[in-house]
T-cell receptor
Framework: DGGITQSPKYLFRKEGQNVTLSCEQNLNHDAMYWYRQDPGQGLRLIYYSQIVNDFQKGDIAEGYSVSREKKESFPLTVTSAQKNPTAFYLC?????????????FGPGTRLTVL | GESVGLHLPTLSVQEGDNSIINCAYSNSASDYFIWYKQESGKGPQFIIDIRSNMDKRQGQRVTVLLNKTVKHLSLQIAATQPGDSAVYFCAENDAANTDKLIFGTGTRLQVFP
């Protein structure tokens, strides 16, 4: 089945630790995205990548880092510099051939800082 | 900055009734809009989209209406079912960067028997 996978589903982190969230897609999509969702709020863009080996900051990039070494993979690292990392993290991908293409989302990773 | 918002944070409807979820957008240059459904603890699922050259688009039990004059988007769900209970988000493309979407805060739809 084609789709987007995120792992782990739940992640617990101690303060001061870096953690990496995985996002993999087999849809052959060019663009990939990371969003953060807090309770009762909408999605806020952290980082996005339009092609391999390139990525841009979104609206709330501070305290996060990404890499895009392969088309299928777009891991997100939540660093110790992120002061309030507890949230639901969503990865998405999109085919870039044409303007009007929706983003497809993964199942999400819930990160809790202990 | 430009933003997408929703009129009602929570909508409660009886099973079998029709539901209407509204969304206001502020960027008149946006030309593509999407509705997503998000169930608790899951990622958003695409429901339906519409381009700005259309006023209405229908899917299975869902209809999206676009009023560009007042910059308003609505999602109509016919014969609402318990499985429709979720948070619904509208999103618009960022006209300055079509690779990006701008999301509203969402409306929670509750269906009761």
């Amino acid at each position: 089945d084609g789709g987007i996978t995120q792992s782990p589903k739940y992640l617990f982190r101690k303060e001061g630790q870096n953690v990496t969230l995985s996002c993999e897609q087999n849809l052959n999509h060019d663009a990939m995205y990371w969003y953060r969702q807090d309770p009762g709020q909408g999605l806020r863009l952290i980082y996005y990548s339009q092609i391999v080996n390139d990525f841009q900051k979104g609206d709330i990039a501070e305290g996060y880092s990404v890499s895009r070494e392969k088309k299928e993979s777009f891991p997100l690292t939540v660093t110790s510099a992120q002061k309030n990392p507890t949230a639901f993290y969503l990865c998405a991908s999109r085919l870039r051939t044409g303007i009007y293409n929706e983003q497809f989302f993964g199942p999400g990773t819930r990160l809790t800082v202990l | 900055g430009e933003s997408v918002g929703l009129h009602l944070p929570t909508l409660s409807v009886q099973e079998g009734d029709n539901s209407i979820i509204n969304c206001a957008y502020s960027n008149s240059a946006s030309d593509y809009f999407i509705w997503y459904k998000q169930e608790s603890g899951k990622g958003p699922q695409f429901i339906i989209d519409i381009r700005s050259n259309m006023d209405k688009r229908q899917g299975q039990r869902v209809t999206v209406l676009l009023n560009k004059t007042v910059k308003h988007l609505s999602l109509q769900i016919a014969a609402t079912q318990p499985g429709d209970s979720a948070v619904y988000f509208c999103a618009e493309n960022d006209a300055a960067n079509t690779d990006k979407l701008i999301f509203g805060t969402g409306t929670r739809l509750q269906v009761f028997p």
